[in-house]
């Protein structure tokens, strides 16, 4: 494995997100001294917290998954996910309901989900669904240690027994008939490989390889933590800070010092912090901005987001997290991907984390979290500042026709977040998930994390390997570190 050269002794990361938290631990972990330059007032980035009239409401991630690689992160500092945090695993991890008006509760338990899949739809798919738990595991054993969790040189690292056995496995095969191998209904058939769109990709043409993300969450597990979602970053940045880490918040990083192939130091607005090695992470329009360099290639970004936080005067009854499925379900992807236009049926996922802590919202009140997957600001030019308050109109009536009546008059404060505020964010293409896991920006093909021609400078985070979501990112600011320790 390539890795910085020369010393190392003191990393400036620049960012608190969750990439560059992990990399932060590590790399403390690994006995270097770290200091992170955030721009925000608090750590967590894109897992930020937003206090409104009283509701804390989280911004970005909602569901937790492998939580082990948070423990990881942690146990380099000499901590835990137990000392520092309460997660609550969930049960049923998702509550699916679909257009024909049946619902599923997906359980990650395999003998609750065996009866609930039989129970909607008979023997022959609960035995399906056994079967099919046994090939995401094995995909997932074939992929995460060598290609997940791992740094690449070269394509040809990919080159071993466990692409052999992912070959095997189907893995290069299309994601939508490798789930109708095992299962027939078309509900029960979403319910597995609807996570291709966290990857920003359309389920029928996502490579059958993608099903490691439906083993994370439908069999590892999803877990919530108490105090909410920012209670990770907040906990990773207090262990960081107990280990000796250096914190400086409110500080934007403007420029970095070169002297040859290394950065010298780094530059904010106030002063010049010299540096060994640096490690970033913000979204890649900042990397290449602060290196001074052009992207190699034209990325494709993943679809955005629409996501309405709404604090309520009652409940419907909800599970933690609901995913309504609309019925058009194929068309619209190719809405949302091709002909960037916002979902005509939505498919929606409804999270209610007041189920699992009431203490998120005053007392008596609920906090509701729609997220509406929409085109990127690329494909789909959309003024959202004009559109957005009809089409929050649309979502709260698909809601109300969906078991959540009277939303719409329960509504006590609500923020609609579109692809123009993660545009303002400075998210590339108005998308929070960056760029697209296509074959051809995954692994080895995603923007590496060493940078050419730079010998001290290792990226982290969403744009670089191995890729968006809270288990990549605190992956990738493992293998980050990795890379300055050698
Ligand atoms: C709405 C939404 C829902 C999501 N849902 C899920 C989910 O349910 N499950 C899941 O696993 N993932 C989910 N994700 C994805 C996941 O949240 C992200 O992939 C992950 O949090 C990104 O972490 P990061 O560290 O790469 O980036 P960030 O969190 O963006 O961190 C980068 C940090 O760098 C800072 N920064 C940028 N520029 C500078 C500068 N010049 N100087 C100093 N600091 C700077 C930023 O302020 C930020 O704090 C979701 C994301 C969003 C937005």
Request: hydrophobic share 40%; aromatic share 10%.
């Given at each position: 494995m390539r890795s910085v050269t020369g010393r190392t002794d003191h990393v400036v990361i620049v960012g608190a997100g969750l990439a560059g938290l992990s990399a932060a631990l590590h790399l403390a972990g690994a006995g270097r001294r770290v200091t992170v330059l955030e721009r925000a007032d608090v750590p967590g980035g894109r897992a930020g917290l937003h206090e409104l009239d009283g509701y804390r409401i989280d911004t970005g991630p909602t569901v937790l998954t492998m939580p082990e690689l948070l423990d990881e992160a942690l146990h380099a500092v000499g901590s835990s996910v137990r000392e520092r945090l309460d997660l609550i695993p969930l049960h049923p991890a998702y509550q699916a309901r679909f257009a024909d008006g049946s619902a599923l509760a997906v359980h990650t338990d395999a003998e609750a989900m065996e009866q609930e899949v039989r129970r909607l739809a008979g023997p022959r798919e609960a035995e399906g669904y056994r079967r099919l738990r046994r090939?995401?595991?094995?995909?997932?054993?074939?992929?995460?240690?060598?290609?997940?969790?791992?740094?690449?040189?070269?394509?040809?690292?990919?080159?071993?027994?466990?692409?052999?056995?992912?070959?095997?496995?189907?893995?290069?095969?299309?994601?939508?008939?490798?789930?109708?191998?095992?299962?027939?209904?078309?509900?029960?058939?979403?319910?597995?490989s609807f996570q291709a769109l966290y990857a920003g990709l359309d389920p029928r043409r996502a490579l059958a390889l993608y099903a490691v993300i439906s083993y994370m969450d439908t069999v590892n597990g999803v877990w919530f933590p108490r105090g909410g979602m920012h209670a990770v970053p907040t906990a990773m940045a207090q262990a960081a800070a107990g280990a000796g880490v250096e914190f400086r918040y409110g500080t934007e990083v403007t420029g970095l010092e070169r002297s040859g192939e290394r950065i010298s130091a780094v530059r904010t607005a106030q002063e010049r912090i010299p540096a060994d090695a640096v490690v970033l992470t913000p979204d890649l329009p900042v990397v290449h901005r602060l290196l001074g360099s052009a992207p190699k290639r034209r990325l494709r970004w993943s679809p955005s987001a629409v996501v309405l936080h709404a604090g309520t005067t009652r409940d419907w009854g909800s599970a933690h997290h609901t995913i309504s499925f609309g019925e058009a379900w194929a068309d619209t992807f190719t809405e949302i991907i091709r002909d960037g236009r916002p979902m005509s049926d939505p498919s929606l996922l409804i999270t209610r984390p007041t189920a699992s802590d009431p203490s998120l919202a005053p007392e008596g009140r609920d906090l509701h979290y729609?997220?509406?997957?929409?085109?990127?600001?690329?494909?789909?030019?959309?003024?959202?500042?004009?559109?957005?308050?009809?089409y929050r109109d649309e979502l709260v009536g698909a809601l109300e026709r969906r078991g959540f009546a009277g939303f719409d008059a329960a509504i006590e404060t609500a923020e609609l977040v579109t692809p123009r505020e993660w545009a303002a964010q400075g998210h590339a293409a108005g998308t929070p998930f960056s760029a697209a896991h296509t074959f051809a920006q995954t692994g080895?093909?995603?923007?590496?994390?060493?940078?050419?021609?730079?010998?001290n400078v290792v990226l982290a985070g969403s744009g670089t390997t191995p890729g968006v979501g809270v288990p990549p990112v605190l992956i990738s600011g493992k293998l980050a570190a990795r890379r300055i320790t050698g």
């Open positions: 090939w995401l595991t094995e995909v997932y054993r074939a992929e995460m240690h060598r290609f997940i969790d791992a740094n690449f040189d070269s394509p040809l690292d990919l080159v071993s027994p466990e692409l052999a056995r992912l070959v095997a496995l189907g893995g290069f095969g299309r994601l939508g008939p490798a789930i109708g191998r095992f299962l027939r209904d078309e509900r029960v058939r979403r319910v597995f729609v997220l509406a997957p929409c085109p990127n600001l690329r494909t789909g030019p959309i003024d959202w500042e004009r559109v957005g308050p009809r080895p093909f995603r923007p590496p994390n060493l940078v050419r021609g730079m010998s």
